[in-house]
């Protein structure tokens, strides 16, 4: 399948065997698009930036399958400018880079998921990683969303990590601990719900880049990450 264009959109239900070439500045999908199941000689089991030459925005709105491994603007030498998902990805591994990420969708993982973005939205979507998620961002917020990260979630985020307050109802679950490596300048997550899931005779250990305060209450609103 080749589509050459400015604006390439995919509304029809499309399987590729062999040949996926995307080229144009944005491409959006609002149908399927399965790549197969197969060795790269006979098949396409990956995606990667040589599919997409040239593609800044990218948006899902459909169903996308890539069977191994799917890469968005991390192995191209320059991030997209846009990532936006709001049907479903469905994908062995993935690995994004983009100024702007947002994902209302559902992002299906089957090891690890890797978004680095300058900011970030998580919105009304579902991250399901049967392996660990790795979030970095500049800023990132996140509202009604849902994370399962099977091995571990670590975010890194420099200055501003958030949700809505406390009606945001955000849920994290994690099977091998949950870990803010750095301390963002400001932000707080106090409708964001932390729940792990260990396994029999077994220790998780989580880390969080924050003041220790010591057993006291102290009110520091967008200091603590809360």
Same mark, same amino acid.
């Given at each position: 399948f080749v589509a050459k264009s400015r604006q390439i959109v995919v509304n029809d239900p499309i399987t590729v065997t062999r040949k996926l070439i995307l080229d144009g500045e944005s491409f959006t999908l609002n149908g399927t698009l @399965? +790549? %197969?199941n197969l060795d790269t000689t006979n098949g396409l089991p990956n995606l990667v930036s040589t599919n997409m030459p040239g593609v800044s925005y990218f948006t899902n709105n459909g169903v996308l399958t890539v069977p191994n491994l799917a890469y968005f603007g991390s192995d191209a030498g320059s991030s997209l400018r846009t990532f936006i998902n709001t049907g479903t990805l469905n994908a062995f591994a993935a690995s994004i880079e983009a100024?702007?990420?947002a994902n @209302?969708? %559902?992002m299906n993982i089957g090891n690890r998921l890797d978004v680095r973005m300058d900011s970030g939205r998580l919105e009304g979507g579902r991250d399901v990683i049967r392996g660990s998620l790795y979030l970095t961002a500049k800023d990132l917020k996140m509202r009604? $969303?849902?994370i399962r990260a099977d091995e571990g979630l670590f975010i890194e985020v420099t200055d501003s990590l958030s949700d809505d307050g406390v009606g945001s109802s955000n849920i994290i679950n994690v099977a091998d601990g949950? $870990? +803010?490596l750095t301390k963002p300048a400001k932000g707080d997550l106090l409708g964001t719900t932390f729940q792990t899931t260990a396994a029999k005779f077994s220790s998780t250990v989580h880390t969080w880049a924050a003041e220790d305060l010591g057993p006291v209450l102290v009110f520091a609103p967008r200091?603590?990450?809360a």
């Open positions: @399965s +790549l %197969t100024d702007a990420y @209302s969708g %559902t009604n $969303h849902s949950f $870990h +803010l200091r603590q990450v």
